[in-house]
């Protein structure tokens, strides 16, 4: 049997993280089966729409490489892949189910729901619609809908017996009936709820497994009953644990965090690699040591078995952990080309130094990648690479500055800079040795200085790539004004 998943996403306007799992655990799951990964819209709740949400919702997939292959972009044999354009497909199952006897029209009004749910709340019973509207005879309905009375058509759900499905994660889920509300099918705007909806297309998708956030454990059941209703069989149901941000708090990671959407992360200089491995993890152990997993390792190493219903921690220390190795590892230029707005909001270069200067820039975002967490932080150790002047930033470089040897070093190391007219592989290589050579000065007594004399620092990047990266101008220059 060919595996079908789905990623329905509704179009709010942002991608949370945790949607992404959602998204790359129903593409896990598909592929490691060699089968389908579909992309649908659920638009059903129109007032939840927004203007370009569905652009987020590709490109932040694309650029995870989440690619799907059928979607509303490009088609499929079970298309239409949006909802809202499904509409009249819903209806007619509806009505189906009214013919038959399991669903009916409803035309209670807000205002007595209210005053119902009121009632509940003050006794401390949980709300459930109480069903008044099965009992309507045939030509009352009839003249009712002819009047333009407005109604829902709702699941006529089961009073007795329970209802049971295996959840892959969960186990056995099991609810009364009699716990369960008549389910609205279809609103009164006739569109289908998500409720109705989600189950009409996973069927008419041929959708075999379907993973999902936790919060919808408990409406399953009730999926459950409309399935069987239609005669249709179950999917396979994966409810993910919810995202939890620290094993700490235990809270819950929300919308509201100013870290929760891939946009927000992107922005602070976590790399998309760094973001699906970790959510990855979130959720899902590959067992055994290796925790650095591209995605075509995850694909491979992914099993529905490895989910667990705990444990679901988007921790950030291990994030900036991991995203580090992915700044260590990752091909330059693609490095490159993400720090320099990072470079240019902090006004060490323009848009046009980022060109002009691109292979300098590459030089120097390479020296100092080793350091980073996440690419904002890049500003704070690139500082020693601009500027004429340089100051010693604390005790210890001054200290350094102030031994008894350092101006015989720097003044060799000027001449030295004199005798050339660029930095060349020569120089570097025997530039330290020729001074020891000459002045009998080595070890730390030679490089200090000059490090702290051209950096200011008494820590940093390799010595040889300071050399290449600053130039001699610069470095004569940074001598000269420290009156060297
Ligand atoms: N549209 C639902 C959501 O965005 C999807 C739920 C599901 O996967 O069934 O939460």
């Keep these: 049997m060919e595996i079908r998943t789905r990623f329905a996403p509704s179009p709010t306007g942002f991608m949370h993280v945790g949607g992404v799992r959602t998204a790359l655990f129903n593409y896990l799951i598909a592929k490691k089966n060699k089968g389908t990964f579909i992309l649908r819209i659920e638009d059903t709740d129109q007032k939840r729409y927004t203007e370009g949400a569905l652009e987020v919702i590709y490109k932040t997939l694309k650029d995870l490489g989440l690619f799907w292959d059928e979607g509303p972009d490009i088609g499929g044999e079970y298309g239409p892949y949006v909802q809202s354009e499904r509409k009249s497909n819903y209806l007619e199952y509806a009505k189906k189910l009214v013919n038959e006897g399991k669903a009916y029209y409803c035309f209670c009004s807000n205002e007595r729901l209210e005053d119902l749910r009121e009632k509940y709340e003050k006794n401390n019973m949980t709300f459930v619609y109480d069903g008044i509207c099965r009992g309507i005879e045939k030509e009352e309905l009839e003249k009712r809908i002819e009047n333009g009375e407005p109604y829902v058509i709702r699941f006529k759900t089961p009073k007795l017996g329970t209802t049971v499905y295996e959840d892959e994660v969960y186990g056995k889920i099991i609810v009364k009936n009699s716990e369960l509300e008549d389910l609205i099918l279809v609103k009164s705007d006739g569109m289908p709820t998500y409720n109705f909806a989600n189950v009409i297309d996973d069927h008419e998708m041929g959708i075999t497994h379907i993973a999902r956030g936790n919060e919808y454990i408990s409406s399953t059941p009730k999926y459950k009953l409309i399935y069987e209703a239609l005669g249709w069989e179950t999917p396979k149901f994966i409810h993910l644990p919810i995202i939890k941000k620290n094993q700490f708090t235990n809270k819950k990671l929300s919308k509201r965090d100013s870290d929760a959407t891939v946009e927000d992360l992107n922005n602070s200089g976590y790399l998309n690699e760094a973001i699906l491995n970790m959510l990855a993890l979130t959720g899902w152990s590959p067992g055994g040591e290796k925790e650095i997993f591209s995605l075509q390792e995850m694909v491979e190493a992914f099993s529905i078995e490895g989910i667990s219903s705990g444990n679901a921690i988007f921790d950030t220390t291990k994030l900036n952990w991991m995203n580090g190795i992915y700044i260590r590892k990752e091909d330059i230029e693609y490095i490159t080309d993400l720090s320099i707005p990072f470079i240019i909001n902090a006004g060490f270069i323009t848009e046009v130094d980022a060109t002009e200067r691109r292979e300098w820039l590459k030089r120097v975002i390479n020296a100092v990648r080793g350091n980073l967490e996440y690419l904002a932080q890049i500003t704070g150790h690139i500082n020693i690479f601009f500027g004429d002047t340089v100051e010693p930033e604390d005790d210890e470089s001054k200290e350094i500055l102030a031994g008894e040897q350092v101006p015989e070093v720097l ?41 702290v004399a051209i950096t200011g620092q008494a820590h940093g990047p390799e010595m040889n790539e300071i050399l290449y990266i600053l130039g001699r101008d610069l470095m004569l220059t940074r001598l000269g004004k420290m009156g060297r």
């Design 411 to 451: 003044k060799a190391f000027k001449t030295k800079l004199e005798q050339i007219e660029e930095i060349n592989e020569d120089f570097v290589k025997g530039v330290f040795k020729e001074i020891q050579k000459e002045t009998g000065i080595k070890g730390k007594n030679l490089y200090m200085p000059i490090r």
